[in-house]
């Protein structure tokens, strides 16, 4: 599950830090290695782009289109609506395992219910699936409907989150394989069934559940973007509905914000970045019952879900409970 425990949010933070620091350990982007693993004192690393990083337009944007930036890109579903945002979050909030060190479980699976309920935090913008606090293979648009899909059933809502390899990591900048001891795998696929070979190890991706295709030439074993070099510092700008910049490792951050509840990119008094409908209620609105019926706010938009319909005992408390 995406959001992990209530703390998780504070948690990806202090985690993405520690990602993002420098270390003594040399990259290798080759990721050559023998069959003991990476050179000595190197990491096997797909991360680093190839070629000459893309320049900067008159503007002080990225010379690069979204085309460019991820060329092989799959054919998506439709984006969720608000009605199936709130009544997967309400799935999970309903059949997770919630152990509070403070505070009550209902308390704390309304805690989890509103902060899913906030998607324009999801993955899905960055269109890379999950990766804090735990990687997962699916993007959020997968996860979701399968767990809605699952009808109330809690072991099914859970099966709808799977592992994905730690040494897969996915960004806004892209995905990548970074080890070091295993060498960037070998690829062969069954359909969307990629299988990864490396060193002793061999893992399996449903590349499906990502919203992409298996590729035998992709390091992560599916059509996941691949980071794009890029000249930073440079301006953010909007391509239609994608938001481009250049972080800074020089990799060409990406978020399309059609991905999330009809979100646009558009220019605001802090620049440019993705808007989402406003519309009959105000963020943060508690979660409540009317009858059987889940009254959530997805974005400032005014929901239902009817908890027993979708399978679930009742509703109370402003949660779906389950058999």
Known sequence: MWFGDPASRGAAAIVLLALGCASATTVDPS???????????????????????????TDGTVDVTPKEAWPNRATEPAPLSAEELLAACAAYAACADVDPTDGDVKSARRLMQSLCLKPQEF??????????????????????????????NCALVMAASTRRPAEIFCEEVGCWWTSPKLPIPKVTCAGDV?????????????????????????????????????????????????????????????????????????????????????????????????????????????VGFDCVAGGFASCEDGLCVAK
């Open 31 to 57: 990721g050559a290695a023998g069959a003991s693993g990476c050179p000595a004192g190197k990491v096997c690393h797909s991360g680093n782009p190839s070629g000459t990083p893309r320049p900067l337009r």
């Open 123 to 152: 993955y899905e913008e960055r269109a890379v699936p999950i990766t804090l606090p735990t990687p997962l293979n699916e993007r959020w648009t997968y996860q979701a409907r399968e767990a809605i899909e699952a009808g109330g």
């Open 194 to 302: 990629a299988t990864l070979a490396t060193g002793d190890e061999t893992f399996t991706r449903d590349c499906s559940r990502a919203l992409t295709r298996c590729d035998p030439s992709s390091p992560t074993g599916c059509t996941d973007r691949a980071p794009t070099g890029c000249v930073h510092p440079a301006k953010d700008r909007c391509d239609g509905d994608i938001r481009l910049g250049c972080d800074g490792t020089g990799r060409l951050s990406f978020h399309d914000c059609s991905r999330v509840l009809g979100g646009v990119c558009a220019d605001t008094a802090t620049g440019p970045a993705c808007v989402y409908p406003s519309a009959d209620c105000a963020p943060g609105t508690p979660q409540g019952c009317n009858g059987t019926i889940l009254r959530g706010c997805v974005l400032e938009t005014a």
